[in-house]
């Protein structure tokens, strides 16, 4: 039971780092992008090419980030400049990184385990008694996850954050603030990639390799993860929309591995995700009816 918590804990910190990044597009933008299929694998690629080639293994995730935000401004300069629509821009992005994903890695598998990674290198061997690698995964996990949720609640309380909340309120107002909605919303599409990539990059260095589909159904996730936590939380105002949405993450993983410990194999996995996913959407549409009903 404490290896099934522990991984429960494992993967909802990793994908609650990607589910952010979409709380930004889906809960602020109202963008569905799923260019975040892409960007997941992208710092996943980069992060086993550069930690093979020799690089720090935390200057990997720096230049993950980096790289999902340059995919991120793609999105948005097609959809923005370009005048293709957001689901469009998205898939569009998607299907070009899939090939540039392959291109960066060499192949469809890379391992490194016998590299250094933030999880496992001289440091953390120094500091962590033997037989509680598992404890200082989850320690150094919720550290980077913890970084991320503040930094991004600071972003959010800026003049450019407010911009960010006002394009997916009301676009009328940004421009009569004399601001461009469109060069805000290519801001916020970037930060939400950066940080997809980034949880790409923390995810290859916890499992140790790159996979190519590493990404497909990413963005379902991220979509339970910030559906479950604003939801449940909606009535808490104190419960601030990012710790939710981190929280979320933890219990849609849970969800999963009872699932999956009740019986169904591994490889059920994306329709456990479709299902859950669906269950979803219709308790929140429900429940949103009968307020409206009752109002």
Not at 119 to 134: I, K, Q
Not at 200 to 213: D, R, T
């Amino acid at each position: 039971m404490m290896s099934i918590i522990l991984g429960v804990l494992e993967e909802g910190l990793v994908y609650a780092i990607m589910a952010l990044g979409v709380y930004i597009t889906y809960k602020i933008l109202d963008f569905p992008d799923l260019s975040v299929d892409g960007t997941f694998p992208l710092g996943g690629a980069i992060t086993a090419t550069l930690i093979l080639a020799g690089f720090n293994p935390l200057a990997t995730l720096l230049i993950a980030f980096a790289a999902g935000v340059l995919a991120g401004c793609v999105t948005g300069f097609i959809h923005v400049k370009l005048k293709v629509r957001d689901l469009l821009s998205g898939i569009i992005v998607m299907t070009a990184l899939y090939s540039i994903n392959l291109r960066l890695a060499g192949k469809s598998n890379v391992a490194f385990f016998n590299n250094d990674s933030i999880f496992e290198n001289a440091l953390v061997s120094r500091l962590v008694p033997e037989g509680l690698s598992d404890i200082s995964v989850i320690i150094i996990l919720a550290v980077i996850v913890l970084i991320v949720k503040l930094l991004l609640d600071l972003y959010l309380k800026t003049r450019s954050g407010y911009l960010l909340r006002a394009v997916g309120d009301n676009e009328t107002l940004v421009t009569s603030l004399a601001k461009d909605k469109g060069s805000v919303k290519i801001l916020g599409l970037a930060i939400a990639n950066g940080l997809a990539a980034l949880a790409g990059s923390v995810y290859c260095q916890q499992k140790g390799f790159f996979e190519i589909s590493m990404g497909t159904g990413t963005i379902v996730i991220g979509l339970a993860n910030v559906i479950i936590g604003t939801k449940l939380f909606k009535r808490f105002g104190a419960v601030k929309a990012t710790t939710a949405v981190v929280i979320g993450s933890i219990i849609y993983k849970a969800c999963v591995s009872i699932a999956i410990y009740m019986g169904m194999e591994a490889s059920d996995l994306k329709l456990i995700t479709s299902v859950l996913f669906l269950g979803i959407l219709v308790l929140s549409n429900g429940r949103e009816r009968k307020v409206k009903n009752h109002a």
